[in-house]
């Protein structure tokens, strides 16, 4: 049996409440973004990238739970985003944020190796939301706890 990837599991996800990705981006822009940040982007979160690149309406409630995936173009370290996050080590990047950036989450990008783990910023208390870019879509498309800094976020039972 052949286990679907992450970046197919989103699309099914997506497709089924009638979303569309951005489009995949290209293979140069995701080197040229490893090259400008000095980072290896993990195998996972690249597929992803190539395939998908974040919704083509993200932004507030851009899917039905409230989460808006990014493009590429607007991945950037967390130290650069415009709201500061609690947040202050590096290496980490935004790529998806919770109610129009309630909180939002940042995958760890390093320059010599891949990695992935995924954290929560914008909280006052980050904390590892999962150990890669795989677990935490596995953890989104099952809308699991471990998704929101608290067992009991704010809407959320209205939207079971």
């Known amino acids: 049996m052949d ?8 699309a099914r996800y997506w497709t ?13 822009a995701v080197g040229a973004f490893e090259e400008t940040h000095r980072v290896v982007v993990p195998d996972d979160f690249r597929e992803y990238l190539l395939r ?10 851009a899917d039905q739970n409230g989460f808006g995936f990014w493009p590429l173009s607007r ?12 947040f202050t080590e590096s290496g980490y990047f935004v790529f998806a944020d919770y109610l129009d ?4 989450y940042a995958i760890q990008l390093l320059e010599d190796r891949a990695h992935g783990e995924v954290v929560h910023v914008g909280t006052l208390d980050a904390k ?9 879509v596995d953890l989104y498309v099952a809308d699991a706890p471990a998704l929101y800094p608290s067992q009991d976020p704010p809407g959320r039972r209205g939207n079971r």
Do not use: C
């Open 52 to 61: 998908l690149n974040g919704l083509a309406d993200y932004g507030p409630g």
């Open 16 to 28: 089924a409440q009638g979303l569309a990705p951005q489009g995949g981006a290209a293979i140069g």
């Open 75 to 86: 991945i950037r370290p967390v130290a650069t985003e415009e709201r500061p996050p609690h």
């Open 101 to 104: 950036w309630s909180w939002a």
């Open 128 to 136: 590892v939301a999962a150990p890669s870019f795989s677990v935490f």
């Open 3 to 10: 286990k679907m990837s992450a970046t197919e599991k989103l």
